[in-house]
């Protein structure tokens, strides 16, 4: 078991938890960009948001939804900002939400990356088509 957050789950590494339940923990970020920052894990070892089966997805994203209200109560937030990167930036390979405490004027400025635009308007349209393709094959996945 190398994995930084089964090793967590498992309490065989320090954290600072503020949830556990058979679906999830939630421990502080030990580097955070505000404190209150929140890691949200699943329990079972699951690498990716698409590898978390669909049984599993409703009850993870409660806890998320939950966690997510006491942060913001908690640390006096305005709000707050719930990501996950999946595989690329993702720092350790389990799937992880971050919940990161906001206020106005707190330093941080929207997204973490530069945006950009379509190179015309046949671009969106083209790839919307994508999608919705891989929705309509994925259906039948699912």
């Known amino acids: 078991m190398d994995c930084t957050f089964c090793l967590i789950v498992a309490g065989r590494l320090p954290s600072h938890r503020v949830h556990e339940d058979g679906v999830a923990v939630a421990f502080l970020d030990r580097r955070p960009l505000f404190p209150g920052h929140v890691l949200v894990v699943p329990r079972r070892h699951t690498g990716t948001l698409t590898e978390l089966t669909p049984e599993e997805t409703g009850p993870f994203f409660l806890r998320v ?10 640390t006096g937030a305005a709000g707050s900002f719930v990501a996950a990167n999946n595989r690329v930036s993702q720092s350790v390979p389990h799937l992880h939400v971050h919940i990161v405490p906001r206020n106005p004027r707190d330093g941080l400025r929207g997204f973490f990356w530069p945006r950009g635009r379509y190179a015309d308007e046949e671009e969106p349209a083209r790839i919307a088509a994508r999608l919705r393709a891989e929705l309509g094959a994925g259906a039948e996945a699912e």
């Not at 997510?68 to 908690?74: D, I, L, N, Q, S």
């Open 65 to 74: 939804r939950r966690i997510t209200g006491a942060v913001e109560r908690g």
